[in-house]
T-cell receptor
Framework: AQKVTQAQTEISVVEKEDVTLDCVYE???????LFWYKQPPSGELVFLIR??????QNEISGRYSWNFQKSTSSFNFTITASQVVDSAVYFC??????????????FGQGTTLQVKP | EAGVAQSPRYKIIEKRQSVAFWCNPI?????LYWYQQILGQGPKLLIQ????????DSQLPKDRFSAERLKGVDSTLKIQPAKLEDSAVYLC????????????FGSGTRLTVV
């Protein structure tokens, strides 16, 4: 069965601290995609990254970095030198390729990040 | 490129009333999705269309929810009659095909059932 777990419900940090958001997933598929989305108070879901299951290379984009480890079924997200504008709810999501339809996203419960000035 | 348009932005209704939400996807996107996001939870897929055909509606409560996508462009999601537990944000998304590329979400409709 497919599942995404974000064990951290809320995280609070002070500006300029580094913070890591954890994501653990379950799937029987060998081909799948993992995502991170940001949901600011305005409500829209902002795409951050997509990774396919065959690409375990870590990625860095500015202050954001992602660590994908198939051995532990984890896809963690780190924000370096956090800023107040990073305050939002962050979602990890999974889509599987087994049915030929990778359009269905399975989301975790989300982690609320509060960055205090 | 215009984004995914949704209306209304907010809606408050009494239980047992009916309500409808509208979504206009990005031009050229064949696949359209409706997600339900209950407060404090991640979005959950309700229904997925490929052009004007249904790909997946396994989690749509069909006794009260219905959706259509006439002409394979915009879509309407209806709830009749509404229950208190239907209070949520209803998000529409679209993509080029049934794959995760070019996946874009709208701003959502926040429904409150009182």
């Amino acid at each position: 069965a497919q599942k995404v777990t974000q064990a951290q419900t809320e995280i609070s940090v002070v500006e300029k601290e580094d913070v890591t958001l954890d994501c653990v997933y379950e799937t029987r598929d060998t081909t799948y995609y993992l995502f991170w989305y940001k949901q600011p108070p305005s409500g829209e879901l902002v795409f951050l990254i997509r990774r396919n299951s065959f690409d375990e290379q870590n990625e860095i984009s500015g202050r954001y970095s992602w660590n994908f480890q198939k051995s532990t079924s984890s896809f963690n997200f780190t924000i370096t030198a956090s800023q107040v504008v990073d305050s939002a709810v962050y979602f990890c999501a999974l889509s599987e390729a087994s049915s030929g339809n990778t359009g269905k996203l399975i989301f975790g419960q989300g982690t609320t990040l509060q960055v205090k000035p | 490129e215009a984004g995914v348009a949704q209306s209304p932005r907010y809606k408050i209704i009494e239980k047992r009333q009916s309500v409808a939400f509208w979504c206009n996807p990005i031009s050229g996107h064949a696949t359209l999705y409706w997600y339900q996001q209950i407060l404090g939870q991640g979005p959950k897929l309700l229904i997925q269309f490929q052009n004007n055909g249904v790909v997946d509606d396994s989690q749509l409560p069909k006794d009260r929810f219905s959706a259509e996508r006439l002409k394979g462009v915009d879509s309407t999601l209806k709830i009749q009659p509404a229950k208190l537990e239907d209070s949520a944000v209803y998000l529409c998304a679209s993509s080029y095909g049934s794959n995760p590329y070019g996946y874009t979400f709208g701003s959502g409709t926040r429904l409150t059932v009182v």
